[in-house]
Structures are given as C-alpha cells and as structure tokens.
C-alpha cells in the first residue's frame, strides 16, 4: 500500500519558516543546489526512527487567507508534550487555528497557523484522553 514519503512547506519567508521549524521542532534545513528553484531539504530526525522528511520552497502565489477552508494536506506532527509545543509554537509567532483538544482514547490535538499561515497540526498521544 502506497504511504507518504516527503511533506512540503510552502513559505512567503522561507528564512522566517526555517526559523520557525528549527525553534519548535528541532528539524535541520539545508539548501538544495541544481534545482529549478529555490528548495531546502528539511531533516525531521534520525533515520533509524519512523517519521518521514520533507522540503520546503518559495511559495509561488498568495498566502492562505485565515479563516478558508483547507485547501491542502495538514502535516500533523507527535509531540511528547502538547500544552509545551503549543507555547512554544506560539512564542516562536504560530497562531492558534483549533485550540487543544481530546481526541478521546488516542490523545490531545491542536492546530496551528506556522508562520506562513500554513496549518500544522500538533499530537500527543495518550489513550486517557476524553
């Protein structure tokens, strides 16, 4: 069965969204050469643990408008600690889109707009939750 490989992170500032992703989560950027365009690789964490990887590019139109409704994949991300990500997302210029709730008997889920008014999800699991 076919499963993702890659994300991509669309970015009117893409030195604002390195920042961005780099203070919340860690991820390691690097540009790529020999491209069309402008596109960085980002690292999201060792090789040997599930997740996947992913790029990020110059956002070739307008902005999301705050407010519409999605028009795209959401990138969900697990956290350790919900209500820690969250402040810190906020701290580093996120905005709430669905503040944190229970998903009942899986965990604690939040979105947010990252700094290029994309939307991001944040999961913590916990089967206590409801």
Not at 52 to 77: E, S, W, Y
Not at 117 to 130: E, F, W, Y
Request: charge should be negative; charged fraction near 15%.
């Amino acid at each position: 069965m076919p499963r993702p490989i890659h994300f991509e992170i669309h970015a009117t500032d893409p030195t604002r969204a390195q920042a961005f992703y780099e203070k919340v989560f860690g991820w390691s950027f690097h540009k790529w050469e020999g491209g069309a365009w402008d596109y960085w690789l980002i690292g999201t964490g060792p090789k040997d643990e599930p997740g996947i990887d992913g790029g990020m590019m110059k956002r070739l139109g307008n902005a999301p408008v705050l407010g519409q409704a999605v028009n795209a994949f959401v990138c969900t991300v697990g956290v350790t600690d919900l209500d820690v990500t969250l402040a810190t997302a906020l701290a580093a210029g996120a905005t709430v889109a669905l503040p944190k709730a229970p998903i009942p008997g899986m965990g604690w889920l939040a979105y947010v707009h990252d700094t290029e008014g994309n939307i991001l999800g944040l999961m913590q699991s916990d089967p206590s939750a409801k």
